[in-house]
């Protein structure tokens, strides 16, 4: 299975500011997947982060606050853009093909002052 | 639209006392079923996949099942390590996405 690491583990930041989360792959991956969990809360879908296309978003997520980058088969990043204390959460990369499991990294732990 | 819930929302149990936890779906065809386990400061851990109605798989000392309706994860002589987070998820027709349910807390008690 798909080994998926996470930069930063966690950050603090200020209001107004965006901070960018990567998502690193060990092996070639069709599909990754952005998410949010908010605390004791279960997971959220964003985006669908698609290698040499646009993102594909959920209702609720617009480009403009979460934009994503997906240059190849193993990474992608997901911004989170002018942060409020409401973008406190916790993001989650996957990765997967359609009909097998997702794998999840460990997340980043995101805290807006 | 695409709903997964599970219940109990939080369980305690006694170490060796056995229980089953139960996801009910509601999802326009099947593609698969997935449970996942999730610690404290981590992401979620991919525990079994269940295609049909009737499949079961097993892994040490939890098994999970699936009906046309709902699933169950059951956990025999539980010890405190199985404490966790047991997320469950479907996968719907030709679709990529997981839409996923709310969890149970399990713990277990030494």
């Known amino acids: 299975s798909a080994v998926i690491s996470q930069k930063p583990s966690r950050d603090i930041c200020q209001r107004g500011t965006s901070l960018t989360i990567q998502c690193q792959v060990d092996s070639q991956v069709t599909m990754m997947f952005w998410y949010r969990q908010q605390p004791g809360q279960s997971l959220t879908l964003i985006a669908t982060?698609?290698?040499?296309?646009?993102?594909?978003?959920e209702s609720g997520f617009v480009i403009d606050k979460f934009p994503i980058s997906r240059p190849n088969l193993t990474f992608s990043t997901l911004t989170v853009s002018n942060m409020s204390p409401e973008d406190s959460s916790i993001y989650l990369c996957?990765?997967?093909?359609?009909?097998?499991?997702?794998?999840f990294g460990d997340g980043t732990r995101l805290s807006i002052l | 639209e695409d709903q997964v819930t599970q219940s109990p929302e939080a369980l305690r149990l006694q170490e060796g006392e056995s229980s089953s936890l139960n996801c009910s779906y509601t999802v326009s065809g099947l593609r698969g079923l997935f449970w996942y386990r999730q610690d404290p400061g981590k992401g979620p851990e991919f525990l079994f996949t269940l295609y049909s109605a009737g499949e079961e798989k097993e892994k040490e000392r939890l098994k999970a099942t699936l009906t046309k309706k709902e699933s169950f994860l059951h956990i025999t002589a539980p010890k405190p390590e199985d404490s966790a987070t047991y997320l469950c998820a479907v996968q719907a027709g030709d679709g990529q996405n997981f839409v996923f349910g709310p969890g149970t807390r399990l713990s277990v008690l030494p």
């Open positions: 996957s990765a997967g093909t359609g009909g097998e499991p997702q794998h």
């Open positions: 982060a698609n290698q040499g296309s646009e993102a594909t978003y």
